[in-house]
């Protein structure tokens, strides 16, 4: 391997999956994820139980990232870790764990915003994959983040819309819980919805002004919806489930669409790339790409790996820091909350 290679060993532990990647530059030579199924039974994610499924996870994911890259401790450039947004107790478990490691190392610690990951993502070197160009509209959909984020270069980012309430991934599992669907639901009411008609069931959009989201009163339309039609009929969800999935799914592609096309008008940005959990959807992705066409919009889509939660996006924002010699101190704090 060139000697003049950076590599980057990154940590996510925001939520409830446990990360580690390996980059040599901006490209990734391994990218472990360890799921948590302990949280199915609860039917949403247990902070306490997050942190302590991190603890366990954490060194095995780490090693098995270096063994699958091939590469030694000794030959790491620096340490990339998950800052925050987050579940505090997440964040807590990877950076105590990066900044033991990056100290007995004596090598730089790099600290990363999660959702500047999702978007920064798309510069992962990746056969077959464009990367966009400076500035472009990022849409970040995700169970706790939708955003539409002016991107102006690598770390200068403007949020120009967001939403007021619930995060467009909570609308799809709380849809999926009303509809007596297992939990996490939002990928099965997309799995369902493939296979329904779009059209069937009409559910009013919310006013928001500008470039603000809600959806909120959509969640509560689709449980009083589904509540009136189970009354009149108690196999309504089963006769109708694959319709109701398709006009819920429809319901939110269209509320996101409508944003993105004003966000472009706004802003003369026609280069869209979208990233975070929800992105992995078939049917947003369908219509993102649709509206390259459609539109004239340049449109970028993820590998699919890199929607959900991974820390090869935070090694990605670790090697630009990298670069760019934004180092950390070892009294780094994480943060629940943090501005991009």
């Not at 990363?112 to 464009?130: C, K, N, P, R, S």
């Not at 009354?231 to 592609?253: G, H, R």
Request: charged letters at 20%; a neutral charge.
């Amino acid at each position: 391997m060139a000697n003049d290679s950076i590599f980057i060993l990154a940590i996510e532990s925001s939520c409830d999956d446990t990360s580690a990647a390996v980059l040599q530059n901006d490209k990734v030579l391994s990218n472990v994820v360890a799921n948590q199924s302990v949280h199915v039974a609860f039917g949403g994610v247990v902070p306490e139980l997050a942190s302590r499924a991190h603890q366990q996870n954490m060194i095995p994911v780490v090693d098995q990232a270096l063994r699958k890259a091939g590469i030694q401790k000794s030959q790491l450039s620096a340490i990339a870790f998950t800052q925050g947004p987050g579940l505090m107790g997440s964040l807590l478990v990877g950076s105590s764990f990066a900044k033991s490691l990056a100290m007995a190392l004596s090598i730089p610690l790099i600290a990363v915003h999660h959702m500047q990951g999702h978007i920064l993502a798309h510069f992962i070197d990746e056969e077959g994959y464009d990367k966009p160009e400076f500035p472009f509209l990022a849409l970040t959909i995700s169970g706790g983040h939708t955003q539409i984020i002016k991107v102006t270069d690598f770390f200068t980012m403007e949020i120009i819309g967001e939403t007021t309430d619930d995060a467009v991934g909570e609308a799809f599992d709380k849809s999926a819980k009303i509809l007596g669907l297992p939990y996490p639901g939002g990928p099965l009411v997309d799995k369902h919805a493939q296979l329904g008609n779009p059209k069937a069931f009409s559910f009013t959009k919310p006013k928001v002004p500008g470039l603000d989201f809600s959806f909120s009163g959509l969640k509560t339309q689709i449980l009083y919806f589904i509540q009136k039609k189970v009354k009149e009929n108690p196999k309504f969800i089963e006769e109708n489930l694959n319709d109701i999935c398709a006009s819920i799914q429809n319901a939110i592609i269209e509320i996101i669409m409508e944003k993105l096309k004003m966000a472009v008008t706004q802003t003369a940005i026609k280069q869209i790339a979208i990233g975070g959990g929800v992105s992995a959807n078939s049917g947003i992705r369908k219509t993102i790409k649709e509206a390259e066409n459609k539109y004239g919009w340049k449109t970028y889509i993820p590998k699919f790996e890199y929607t959900t939660d991974n820390a090869a996006m935070i090694g990605i924002v670790g090697y630009y820091k990298y670069l760019n010699k934004q180092f950390e101190e070892l009294n780094v704090v994480s943060k629940p909350r943090i501005e991009i």
